[in-house]
């Protein structure tokens, strides 16, 4: 079964989240306190592993704002929290139809609730008559019982007959009878379904910043609190570690001989270790070690007495030791993850649907994409994820199709007066606040720049206008049978040259070569950046002879001022003469004054440059002010090209 829809409604601060689609991996995004973590742990009592978890308390969980208002609200029943609607695979439905035939399934999607009683109801779509039809088919009895079954038209009536007629009934009517029994407890074929698939249905996993695994655990307070089931999610942690060393509590608290528990402890942790090491890049060489001591007088309650099992992590760079929960907390939460999933799989098989509430919060950008490969390798091929954050690295910017943006909307009314909506999740990142968005454009803008640097040769332009030209003038001279830009060369502009010694350090390593071609600003000198050597520095003025030169100045004042006049449109009487202005570089100011002034739309650099890409060859062939343009692009781009 897979989960491919939910709604929450009345809880917290959500009232109504409207119905969202889940994927394989889905990512909910939104700011602090917009109702991420409440979407989860709904989700999660849908159907939790421990039964206990299931329940909603009205006082604790319903919009506080409505509830003295329950009953009027509710008038016909509980309030449902959760809606969900799963499809079922091959091996459900092959399940399904063992016990009640082939065809029986009308639909092969199921849909489950919960509401505020703790009850889990399930909606399954089958056709009773058939099923019934199955069922006697199946049977051993002879035509003329079939011929008596068949006229009680639905399995529970058939029960009834049979359990009428028990005193005469045949060997094969007993076995019937026997046989219905057991697959259809309260006689309904539905019900019986159900039964089926609820034994099939995916358990949910949750799992928090809260639930990383003590450093130190006073085994006769933790055996006290498992006994009276006031198990923290630390607690169920360390037993899980505990179920994984193959050592129950009960012989930890009885053990004469602590070498032989220890290698058990100190396996499990190498296990583990190792596999959240192939993983996590910050740091390979910690190890994870065990000490079980008398608790000291001085230490602080529970710990001042009993036993004390203490874990700590060994850094031998430093050859220091701390203790797990004190230190290099993303690793304790990677470990603590790792050790819960991996009992979970083992008790659950594939039977998992994971919840994780801001995952690798703790961890640097890199040890983020360190989780993010580690979801996508080990858990999405058997099972389901959804995770909340609102950090960009955690934003799956190559699948951004599986996030939702969860915000908490309150909308202004004309009246002045506001109207709280509560949490809210969409799938088409139309948000009220944009703030939401901004992890989703954080993500995007990095994908875009390593996208756009992940040539061996790049080049870095400021604007996208320069851009244009360059594969404008590229394209018109490769035409005519001249030097025009290497097609190895990825151009990239980054909307400011200001950013140009951030990009380098960025994304300029991993054996890439780099180039900028710019008109740099004076107090910006970029031959001693690193990384960047002193030829691949270019701009337009070694190539106009003019000092401070931009790339508009390599077109002439002709080629220019035409270009303007026609991308904005600009009529005779309006039309912008060389003679106004002596040079191009003056242009922008003048232009901009001169188009307000015929009020056209403000001025923008982009713009010729689009019109000139569009039309290079009309513009370009024949235009006598071309050639000196095309002489000056040719000679860059050969340039440029020898330095590949």
């Known amino acids: 079964m897979r989960l ?13 989240s409207n119905e969202f689609e889940l994927n394989g991996l889905t990512c909910l995004v939104g700011k602090n306190e917009s109702g991420k973590t409440a979407l989860l742990q709904a989700l999660h009592r849908l159907n939790p592993h421990g039964p206990e978890d299931a329940g909603f308390n009205i006082e604790d969980d319903y919009p506080r704002r409505f509830l003295l208002d329950y009953e009027e609200r509710h008038p016909e029943g509980e309030a449902v929290v959760v809606r969900s609607v799963w499809k079922l695979e091959p091996d459900d439905t092959q399940a399904v139809e063992e016990v009640l035939g082939p065809g029986v399934l009308i639909d092969d999607s199921v849909h489950i609730t919960r509401d505020y009683a703790g009850r889990q109801l399930w909606a399954v779509k089958i056709d009773r008559s058939l099923a019934f039809g199955n069922v006697l088919e199946a049977s051993t009895l002879d035509e003329l019982e079939l ?11 058939l029960i009834s007959y049979l359990e009428e007629q028990e005193d005469a009934l045949s060997e094969r009517q007993q076995a019937l009878l026997g046989m219905l029994h057991a697959q259809f407890e309260d006689g309904s074929a539905i019900e019986a379904a159900i039964d089926i698939l609820s034994r099939r249905a995916p358990t949910f996993l949750y799992f928090s910043a809260y639930h990383c ?9 933790l055996a006290t609190r498992k006994e009276q089931r006031q198990l923290s999610p630390e607690d169920q942690v360390f037993l899980a570690f505990l ?17 032989p528990m220890l290698s058990r402890l100190e396996a499990a942790g190498t296990r583990i270790t190792r596999e959240v090491f192939r993983y996590w890049t910050q740091n390979r060489r910690l190890q994870v070690k065990f000490h079980l001591d008398v608790g000291r007088a001085g230490d602080r309650p529970p710990f001042n007495s009993g036993r004390v099992l203490r874990t700590r992590i060994y850094n031998p760079d430093h050859e220091i030791s701390f203790s797990f929960d004190r230190r290099s907390s993303g690793f304790v939460w990677f470990f603590s993850f790792a050790v819960l999933f991996s009992q979970y799989r083992r008790s659950h098989g594939n039977k998992l649907v994971i919840l994780l509430d801001e995952p690798g919060l703790s961890l640097h950008a890199t040890g983020q994409t360190d989780l993010l490969r580690y979801i996508e390798e080990q858990l999405l091929p058997q099972h389901q994820v959804i995770f909340t954050t609102h950090s960009p690295f955690m934003v ?34 139309q948000c009220t606040d944009p703030a939401t968005l901004l992890p989703l454009h954080a993500a995007l803008g990095y994908e875009i720049s390593r996208n756009l640097a992940v040539g061996k040769h790049t080049l870095l332009v400021q604007s996208a206008a320069e851009l244009l030209y360059l594969q404008a003038f590229s394209l018109e001279l490769q035409n005519r049978g001249r030097v025009g830009l290497d097609p190895r060369w990825q151009v990239c502009p980054l909307g400011s040259i200001e950013k140009i010694p951030a990009f380098l350090s960025l994304l300029g390593r991993n054996n890439r070569e780099i180039a900028v071609f710019s008109n740099l600003p004076a107090h910006m000198d970029l031959r001693g950046v690193a990384l960047l050597k002193k030829s691949r520095v270019l701009s337009a003025s070694m190539y106009t002879g003019v000092p401070d030169s931009s790339i508009e100045d390599m077109l002439g004042k002709a080629v220019f001022f035409d270009l303007v006049n026609r991308a904005y449109g600009l009529t005779k009487k309006q039309r912008l003469l060389e003679a106004q202005c002596a040079r191009v570089a003056g242009i922008c100011n003048f232009a901009r004054e001169a188009l307000r002034a015929r009020k056209q739309k403000a001025f923008d650099l982009l713009r010729p440059a689009v019109y000139l890409f569009e039309r290079r060859a009309k513009l370009l062939k024949g235009a006598s002010a071309a050639e000196r343009p095309l002489e000056l692009f040719e000679s860059l781009f050969s340039d440029l090209n020898a330095l590949l």
Do not use: W, Y
């Not at 829809?5 to 959500?14: D, E, Y």
């Not at 695994?213 to 307070?221: S, Y």
């Open 147 to 157: 011929e008596e079954a068949r006229t009680q038209k639905s399995v529970k009536r």
């Open 213 to 221: 695994m003590p450093g130190q655990v006073q085994l006769e307070a």
């Open 396 to 429: 799956p910017a190559s699948n951004l199709r599986c996030t939702r943006t969860v915000e908490d909307v309150v909308e202004r009314l004309p009246d002045g007066t506001v109207e709280v909506l509560g949490t809210k999740v969409r799938r088409d990142a």
């Open 243 to 259: 179920s994984l060393a193959g050592i129950t509590l009960d012989a930890l608290l009885s053990l004469d001989q602590f070498e």
């Open 4 to 16: 491919v829809r939910a709604q929450v409604t009345h809880f917290r601060s959500i009232v109504d």
